[in-house]
């Protein structure tokens, strides 16, 4: 099994009103990245995953927590109505 090591798999996090948004090295469990944001937004994400990356380089696999902002916006099928 391959060794994971600090910056090769990170999480977000944000939080409701005022948006601490906190990337999570998954390997050692240490905040890699925190910015505080008035909303959480996509070009906020962005600005702070690009200071994670100028920082750790990217990441092997990137994720985000499910209340985050990240959400496919197709319906969904119900199989025989399609």
Known sequence: MAQIT???RAEVRAAPHWSL???VD????KLAEMRFVPHETFFDCCVTA???FE???KPGAFYSDK???FHLN???VVLGTA
Do not use: E, H, M, W
């Not at 998954?26 to 469990?29: H, I, K, P, V, Y």
């Open 50 to 52: 690009r200071s994670y």
């Open 67 to 69: 209340d985050g902002i």
């Open 26 to 29: 998954d390997a050692t469990g």
């Open 6 to 8: 600090i910056g090769s």
């Open 55 to 57: 920082c750790y380089d």
């Open 74 to 76: 197709t319906p969904k």
């Open 21 to 23: 948004l906190v990337f």
